[in-house]
Structures are given as structure tokens and as C-alpha cells.
């Protein structure tokens, strides 16, 4: 079952962890139940205090009740998300949007940059069973990420 909220008003969370994926991309974890529950797919407004509000799929994280951000610096906004420290705070609002349409089977899974953090999410609500290949399209071979967790869930 869904958990709701009142999507109007941001719920204020704490960066707990901070992970390099490349030179521009990092992956920002904190805790939070709602977000760290929802369905491959949906992305959450991310309010960068002071900034900006910012619309981020939402990515898996390995331990009960946290979810994570993966953000490239791009623009003003990403840049200070990007730039945050662990302790800091974020606010977040949803979940927003819809899910796939979950398959079984063959699958083939094709993302480039952050669009791959739907996929990721994705791919741990496969079964075990299914045949799937993850395509990673990058500008340049330092850019590629999540490697490993394609691996691990293929
Ligand atoms: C549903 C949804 C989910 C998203 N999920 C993520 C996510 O998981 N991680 C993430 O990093 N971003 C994600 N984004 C994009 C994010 O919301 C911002 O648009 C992005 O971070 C840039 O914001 P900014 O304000 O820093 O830059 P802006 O000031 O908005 O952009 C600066 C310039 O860069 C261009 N630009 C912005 N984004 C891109 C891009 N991705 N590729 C090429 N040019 C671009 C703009 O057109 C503009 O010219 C998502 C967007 C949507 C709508």
C-alpha cells in the first residue's frame, strides 16, 4: 500500500550519506518511509532551501525506510543539491507520477544519466527468474554509473 502524506507542504529531511557515482553525478541519501516506498517510476520535488524546488526520480537505497537522490550538477539549482554535505537538510514533497507497467519475461531496459535511476528502481521489483539486460548510454566512459547495480540485480 501507497503511504501518504500531505504533498503541499515539504517534509524536512537530513542528508545522512553521500555517495561520488562520477566527477558530476553524487547520490544523496537520508531517511524517510514514504519516499523510501515508492514505485519505479515516480519522482518526489526536491526544495533546495533557499533555492529552488527541483522534480527527482526517486532511487533505492539498500537499508530499510532511506531513499536517495542521484543529481548531476547541471544548472544553479542541481549545482547546490550536488554541493550539499552530509547533515545537511533538503526539503521533499510526494510521491508524484506513475509506475511501469511491470513485465516478466525477457526484459530490456535501456537509460542514460539520471534517467537510469527509474530503471534501478525498476529492476528490484523483477523477479529473480527474468532475463533482463540493462543498455547504459553515456557521453564518456567516466560517466558511467551504476554498473554494480545492474550487475547485481541481472
Ligand atoms: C520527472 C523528473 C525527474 C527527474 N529526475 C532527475 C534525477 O533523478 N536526477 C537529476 O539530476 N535530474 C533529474 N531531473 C532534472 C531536474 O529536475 C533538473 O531539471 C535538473 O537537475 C537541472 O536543474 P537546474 O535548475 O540545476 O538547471 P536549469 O537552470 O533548469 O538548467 C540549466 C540549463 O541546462 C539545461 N538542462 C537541464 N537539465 C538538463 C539535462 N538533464 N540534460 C541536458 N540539459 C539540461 C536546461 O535546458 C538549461 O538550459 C528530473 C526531471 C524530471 C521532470
Known amino acids: 500500500m501507497e503511504l501518504q502524506r500531505n504533498s503541499d507542504a515539504p517534509t524536512i529531511v537530513k542528508i545522512e550519506k553521500i555517495i561520488d557515482e562520477t566527477p558530476t553525478v553524487r547520490t544523496l541519501v537520508f531517511s524517510d518511509e514514504v519516499l523510501s516506498n515508492v514505485l519505479p517510476g515516480q519522482f518526489a520535488m526536491v526544495w533546495i532551501l533557499g533555492i529552488n524546488e527541483l522534480p527527482m526520480s526517486v532511487m533505492i537505497s539498500q537499508e530499510k525506510g532511506k531513499a536517495a537522490f542521484t543529481v548531476r550538477k547541471h544548472g ?39 534517467g537510469l535511476v527509474p530503471l534501478i528502481r525498476l529492476l528490484t521489483f523483477l523477479k529473480k527468474t527474468d532475463d533482463v539486460t540493462l543498455l547504459i548510454g553515456s557521453k564518456t566512459k567516466n560517466e558511467v554509473f551504476f554498473e554494480k547495480n545492474g550487475k547485481s540485480n541481472s
Open 76 to 114: 544553479i539549482a542541481s549545482t547546490e543539491l550536488y554541493s550539499l554535505k552530509a547533515g545537511e537538510q533538503i526539503g521533499v514533497r510526494g510521491p508524484y507520477g506513475n509506475s511501469f507497467t511491470i513485465k516478466q519475461g525477457k526484459i530490456l531496459l535501456v537509460g542514460g544519466g539520471t
